[in-house]
């Protein structure tokens, strides 16, 4: 590679960690979205603090037949595109306490993608078609939360519903005061300083 090309390269890879900062603090689209206000997508029902690791388990399987659906409907493709993007607003679930801590910053939009999820299961067991995979799937679903009495409890978004047009991101006010999330954080910072010296070092190098 010249010398213009691995510049070229360098700066690429260095807009793509400003995205990656740029993300981690910029505010959430919506946050703490009213139940009372109209609906502008598709209502999703609230999901227990207990259901939402059972339901994760099966987050990506459920993608994964709603990708292989061979009709969709606007429903579907709303739904599929609302958990998708509300699992990319939530860090992709990787934070720390996410489920299982209610003062985590990332537990609203936990429930969300989740939430999400398990409405477009449901949906997809009352399309046309065969839907045997999806019903089964369900029916599985249902069984793990049923066997599990911690699907049982609760927590204070656990009542919250959710509308597909809206994005629920992270409660920033809360990451100062949530441990996990700030040694998370202080962990990525340190790995994106590293890059940026090491791409730094080897632009001096060439």
């Not at 720390?96 to 801590?101: L, Q, V, Y």
Request: hydrophobic fraction near 50%; glycine fraction near 6%; charged fraction near 15%.
């Amino acid at each position: 590679m010249t010398r213009d090309g691995r510049s070229i390269a360098i700066r690429r890879r260095l807009r793509l960690l400003a995205a990656a900062l740029a993300f981690a603090i910029t505010p959430a689209t919506a946050h703490h979205q009213s139940n009372d206000g109209p609906i502008r997508g598709v209502a999703i029902p609230a999901i227990s603090h207990g259901e939402m690791p059972i339901v994760a388990r099966h987050r990506s399987q459920i993608l994964a037949l709603a990708a292989r659906q061979p009709v969709t409907d606007p429903t579907l493709r709303r739904l599929t595109g609302f958990v998708s993007l509300q699992h990319f607003a939530c860090f992709w679930g990787l934070i720390p306490g996410s489920f299982a801590d209610e003062a985590s910053p990332f537990n609203e939009c936990s429930h969300a993608y989740l939430a999400g999820a398990r409405a477009l299961l449901a949906h997809m067991t009352k399309m046309a078609g065969n839907q045997s995979e999806a019903r089964e799937l369900e029916a599985r679903i249902d069984a793990e939360i049923a066997a599990d009495p911690t699907a049982r409890a609760v927590c204070s978004n656990s009542s919250q519903t959710f509308d597909s047009a809206d994005v629920i991101g992270p409660d920033w006010r809360l990451v100062p005061l949530h441990a996990p999330t700030v040694l998370t954080f202080a962990a990525f910072a340190a790995l994106v300083a590293a890059g940026l010296v090491a791409l730094m070092w080897r632009f001096k190098a060439a």
